[in-house]
């Protein structure tokens, strides 16, 4: 039986193309320790106020990867939140980013924000600690910069590749710092990837459409009856309950398909990586118990209601017990 999403097909060979870039100095120039760690402390600021989930996975890290992975985080908040700004300058600020970030001298001294100093310093010395490909990052930086110029899209492949930009190199960067086995792993990165985005998607409808964003679908809103008057007016019809089911099943499937890779993590970030995916998960549950409303409901799981679900997560993570995925003969 297949066990693979024709969407990932052309996803892979991006993935591939940015692990054939030749690993630089893992060293690097000297950089200022105090500065240094002032910067990571910063990362973990930015991870702890932006996402709670995501700050208490990544606290079951080992603390010389939790700091990495944090620093990963904030690189990747920082670059969306300069598309987010709203202040028409959107373009030449990613574009000072890019260059900021990739440069080789960040003794350089620049003229803009702390947050932007401190991550860029965090990030460079993870990336080059960890040997992590320029090009995953330059790949979400283009990823994120999409939203400058692309507000809609029009079938489920076009909406996967944005999904790559932004989420799934993420995914295959964190495994460089997590550590994993070969090229194996790549499938489940990317699997993990698109169902996080799209976790995101289905939660922000109402949100990103006050942004004048619809990154749901054309022609599955069509098949289900519904265009964007639909959105705009927040209506919870029974089209659009059956097609936000038709949406988080897809999305529940990726989740399974992408869980199994967890045991080609190294042990010492399994938990983590299991943690923020399963209760990343549980705001499509949320979703479900709200009615479907993701106009006027922001979608999220408790604090407490995570905290319970740890120790199973815990369990199935160290023993290997997600099961492989068969693809269902329907999708």
């Not at 936000?244 to 990726?254: G, K, N, Y």
């Not at 009615?291 to 199935?316: C, E, M, Q």
């Given at each position: ?122 990030w460079e010395d993870t990336r080059r ?155 499509l549950n949320s979703i479900e118990k ?42």
């Open positions: 039986m297949d066990t693979h999403f024709d969407w990932e097909d052309h996803l892979i060979p991006l993935a591939l193309q940015a692990l054939d870039e030749q690993p630089g100095d893992s060293h690097g120039s000297a950089i200022n320790q105090a500065l240094l760690q002032q910067a990571y402390q910063h990362c973990e600021q930015i991870i702890k106020s932006a996402s709670k989930t995501f700050y208490l996975a990544s606290s079951l890290l080992p603390p010389e990867k939790r700091k990495s992975i944090r620093a990963l985080y904030a690189f990747c908040r920082v670059s969306d939140d300069i598309v987010d700004r709203g202040k028409g300058s959107e373009g030449s600020q990613l574009e000072y980013w890019k260059n900021h970030v990739f440069r080789s001298n960040h003794n350089l001294p620049i003229n803009r924000s702390t947050t932007e100093t401190l991550v860029a310093l965090a600690r960890y040997r992590i490909p320029a090009l995953f990052a330059q790949q979400l930086v283009d990823g994120v910069s999409n939203d400058l110029f692309k507000d809609r899209y029009e079938s489920f492949v076009e909406l996967a590749t944005y999904c790559y930009g932004v989420a799934c190199t993420v995914g295959l960067m964190s495994m460089h710092i997590i550590g994993h086995k070969g090229l194996d792993a790549i499938p489940y990165a990317i699997r993990l990837g698109v169902a996080l985005q799209l976790t995101n998607i289905l939660r922000d409808v109402g949100e990103d459409w006050r942004m004048g964003r619809v990154y749901l679908v054309k022609e599955e809103l069509e098949a289900y009856g519904l265009s964007e008057e639909d959105i705009a007016g927040g209506f919870v019809t029974s089209k659009w309950q059956a097609f936000m089911r038709f949406q988080i099943e897809r999305v529940h499937l990726m989740y399974a398909s992408a869980l199994p890779g967890i045991k080609m993590l190294h042990p010492d970030g399994r938990f983590a990586i299991a943690a923020a995916a399963e209760l990343y998960r549980e705001i709200n009615n479907y409303d993701v106009f006027s409901v922001r979608a999220a799981a408790s604090t407490v209601g995570k905290l319970r679900k740890l120790p199973g997560i815990w369990h199935r993570a160290r023993n290997g017990k997600y099961p492989d995925f068969q693809m269902p003969v329907c999708v």
